[in-house]
């Protein structure tokens, strides 16, 4: 039985969005995972130890591991694959805790000993990084679907016979991108496609239907505008500060996401083991915004109250967006009764994403991954001062980023836990960034399909186990 996927908005620059998503997400695995709360999970590897000290690893990789072309997955295999990604700088922005690595020798077949630098907390978050081989100029992977084709952004699959877990029950998968989601949404009512990818807030009621079927859960990306912390208008953490208070999260989620959300008090996980939910988060307080930018404003362009002009700053998003530019509209409104204008524009994607790459723009609203591992807030936030990540806002805070690091060398989890606590604090009072909401995703699914379910995940995590339901309604196998 042939899948049919449909992406809307697919036209996405970024790596970690849009169809390089689907291709990772199906093809390629690491040794480990992320449960959601924060945990790793064995994937290629079925188990791990460290020595006390924290600086020695012992890989245990899974004996029955097969590239898609047949060749068996040995820890000789995985070192070459870790190494290329250790050595890779580009690697390690996304992949921090791959920079603490010191050595990789295989210990016979199946076992890698990983000797680190220092003790590194993100060294098991980051292993999921995918293990692949080339050949032919391709890039291998182990996951449950090989790509067959590619023509004009279409995209085949076909499923891996040797998957460890099992032979997926899905016979083909085809995925088709699309310029905006209605014209997605409206191939799913014609039955052109059988699923689609992201469905939107305003439209699930109408997409599920006898048919179709809906399954939602709280992605790991949240929605925020990051400020220019080098551009003189955002400079001053009291100002990035009194524009959090200007927002009201709550009505935003109502509004806009239909209730489908979580507040979104700074850039880490909040169902993470480690997140302190005894710390406040942000007080909606429109007035004592307006007074604080107005005090803090005055104080820096040296002018009295009646002299100082409303902070205005152009916002920047990609164009074609269409949820990106109602939350857009939703917080200019706000902003403006708190006393600020914010100006939005809009952008084609590359330019966009070459416009914050340059650090060129005074603010934008941007999706980022902040979950579940705590390694991702370090990729964005930790400034650039001895560690070549994510961060091309220009944010730096020394107590920051002396708790990122202490964070990341921590050796146990009461050492990272009290790292965690102290990191979130700093970033509540020192925010680089107007953080807005965690976002549910839900992916429609027609009913010729068995979806098995688990709480909180993405169903696309379970692909493998899909299977076509016979037309009385149970499953085949």
Known sequence: MVLRIGVPEADVSAPDMGMAQIVRSISYEGL???????????????????SPDGLRWNIRIRNNVTFHDGVHLSASIARESLLSSVTSRNVQALYPGLADIDSITPEGDHELVIALKKPSSFLLDDLSVAITRSADKKTIGTGPFKQVSESEGRIEFEPHPAYYLGKPKIDRIVVTPYPALRTAWASLMRDEIDMLWDVAQDAREFVQTGDVETHSYLRHWQYLIAFNSKHPKFAAGPVRRALNAAVDRTAL??????????????????????YDQSLPGYTFDPSLAATTLQAVRGRVLSKKDA?????????????????????GLNVQKQL???GVDMQLQALPADEWDKRLRSGNFEASLIEIISGPSFARAYQFWRSTDGFRGLNVFGYHNPQADRWFD?????NGEAEYRAAAGQVQRVLLEDPPALFLAWNERTRAVNRRFHVPVEPGRDPIATLWKWAPRDPRGSTTH
């Open 32 to 50: 480990t995972g992320r449960s959601n709360d924060g945990r790793p999970i064995p994937l290629l590897a079925e188990s791990w130890s460290s």
């Open 253 to 274: 989620i109502k509004d806009v996401l239909k209730g489908r959300g979580l507040v979104a008090n700074g850039p880490f996980w909040p169902l993470h083991w480690a």
């Open 406 to 410: 202490a964070l990341r060398y921590s």
């Open 307 to 327: 002299q100082i002009p409303r902070l205005s700053f152009v916002c920047i998003l990609p164009e074609n967006r269409a949820l990106w530019e109602r939350i």
């Open 336 to 338: 403006y009764d708190a």
